[in-house]
């Protein structure tokens, strides 16, 4: 499976910005997709993730409520909204896929759970 981010750019305080992960491939071996962000000096970091067979979504703590994962019905294609963005959102942003087969249901907050990474999209939170 490939993936491909898109939709980062330089925004100001309490903007809105839209990320896609466009995956290409094998995509009905998708179990699910996650974002992740890395700021400069930071370890990557879970942002959220989205169950392909039941939309079930698991948000980081600290984006529960600004930012929201869903996905198209084509199944081809993953949504990362941020919404009222702070300065401290400012990171190269991921997207990653598990794919089938998986034993049991992983939680998939952890960069380790994942198999295919996309190269990232930037977004920049100017105060």
């Known amino acids: 499976v490939q993936l491909v981010e898109s939709g980062g750019g330089s925004v100001q305080a309490g903007d809105s910005l839209r990320l896609s992960c466009a995956a290409s491939?094998?995509?009905?071996?998708?179990?699910?997709i996650g974002w992740f962000r890395q700021a400069p000096g930071k370890e990557r970091e879970f942002v959220g993730n989205i169950r392909w067979d039941d939309d079930k979504t698991v948000y980081a703590d600290g984006v529960q409520g600004r930012f929201a994962v869903w996905r198209d019905t084509g199944r081809t294609t993953a949504y990362l909204q941020l919404n009222s963005l702070e300065p401290d959102d400012t990171a190269l942003y991921y997207c990653a896929t598990r794919v089938k087969p998986v034993a049991g249901a992983p939680r998939l907050v952890s960069r380790e759970e994942y198999d295919y990474w996309g190269r990232g999209t930037q977004v920049t939170v100017s105060s």
């Open positions: 491939g094998r995509t009905h071996y998708i179990y699910g």
